[in-house]
């Protein structure tokens, strides 16, 4: 098992919608997570941590945590198109150094 | 702007050059790091210094070499390049190294082409 997995997608969704990210992790990745919004080209932005279990929401953004299935899930409420993008997610390993996944591409149509 | 600055965006050489990235911040952070992206897009830490020590070492060739000068800079020296060596690199920076909570924060980037 890949410590952090992530569908590749494209997770297309139509303007308005709700995007639903997910992410599963390995054993090893077990301290906290963040999501990465990175545009083609550009480099990962930081938009969301979460550290313990349960819901931790920014404004359309609301980041869940399950630590007993390992899953870790990025919600975007009334997505638009400036939200297509490739999003990281990323889990702290016992060492302290992020894992990355490699990334589901957002597509949100117009 | 408060910000992680790299330069040079863009490094286009030779393979069996030697070239370096220099990375910088004012974010007031104690700790940098370097990691690399690959073609599809993976991201992977190679080191990373709290505080001017060394304090994660991947396995990464020893041709690559960091150098940390002080807090706000991390610079990235690559002897020998190989055409493998094509990739983005990224600086980042973060309070609290050995943290769980600790955010990471990174540069614009430096497209590596070796040819």
């Known amino acids: 098992q890949k410590e952090v997995e992530q569908n590749s997608g494209p997770l297309s969704v139509p303007e308005g919608a709700i995007a639903s990210l997910n992410c599963t992790y390995s054993?090893?990745?077990?301290?906290?997570f963040f999501w990465y919004r990175q545009y083609s080209g550009k480099s990962p932005e930081l938009i969301m941590s979460?550290?313990?279990?349960g819901d931790k929401e920014d404004g359309r953004f609301t980041a869940q945590l399950n630590k007993a299935s390992q899953y870790v899930s990025l919600l975007i409420r009334d997505s638009q198109p400036s939200d297509s993008a490739t999003y990281l997610c990323a889990g702290m390993d016992s060492s302290y150094k992020l894992i990355f996944g490699s990334g589901t591409r957002l597509l949100v149509r117009p | 702007d408060t910000a992680v600055s790299q330069t040079p965006k863009y490094l286009v050489t030779q393979m069996g050059n030697d070239k370096s990235i220099k990375c910088e911040q004012n974010?007031?952070?104690?700790?940098m790091y370097w990691y690399k992206q690959d073609s599809k897009k993976f991201l992977k830490i190679m080191f990373s210094y709290n505080n001017k020590e060394l304090i994660i070492n991947e396995t990464v060739p020893n041709r690559f070499s960091p150098k940390s000068p002080d807090k706000a800079h991390l610079n990235l020296h690559i002897n020998s390049l190989e055409l493998g060596d094509s990739a983005v690199y990224f600086c980042a920076s973060s309070h609290l190294a050995g943290r769980s909570y600790n955010e990471q924060f990174f540069g614009p980037g430096t497209r590596l082409t070796v040819l």
């Open positions: 054993d090893r990745v077990s301290q906290s």
């Open positions: 979460i550290y313990s279990n």
């Open positions: 974010l007031g952070h104690d700790t």
